[in-house]
């Protein structure tokens, strides 16, 4: 499997953006997709997964109720939208995607596929 991550850029504080994670090159039945993010000097952490196959879905604290993860079947593409943005949230944004225990979800190091990471910056 193979991931495309996308819709980065420049935001003004309170604003929305949308991330998108293409998947390809197999079938995602049993995989757990992933939005991790990484701001400089830090460690990457945990932001959001999906289950592909059912749709339960998972949150970090510092995003729930701001953001949204969700997925388009037809089209193998996970969505993150995220509304409320604040400076904190500046990061570059990864998808990543395994088979994986759902207890697990939030530890990128189980994470076997990953995008190439779309920064996203919030400007207060």
């Known amino acids: 499997v193979q991931l495309q991550a996308s819709g980065g850029g420049l935001v003004q504080a309170g604003g929305p953006l949308r991330l998108s994670c293409a998947a390809s090159g197999g079938a995602l039945g049993s995989y757990t997709l992933g939005w991790f993010r990484q701001a400089p000097g830090k460690e990457r952490e945990f932001v959001s997964a999906?289950?592909?196959?059912?749709?339960?879905?998972r949150y970090a604290d510092s995003v729930k109720g701001r953001f949204t993860i969700s997925r388009d079947l037809a089209k193998n593409l996970v969505f993150l939208q995220m509304n409320s943005l604040r400076p904190e949230d500046t990061a570059v944004y990864y998808c990543a995607t395994t088979r994986i225990v759902w207890s697990e979800i939030t530890n990128h190091k189980r994470y076997n596929r990953w995008g190439q990471g779309t920064q996203v910056t919030v400007s207060s």
């Open positions: 999906i289950r592909w196959s059912g749709g339960t879905t």
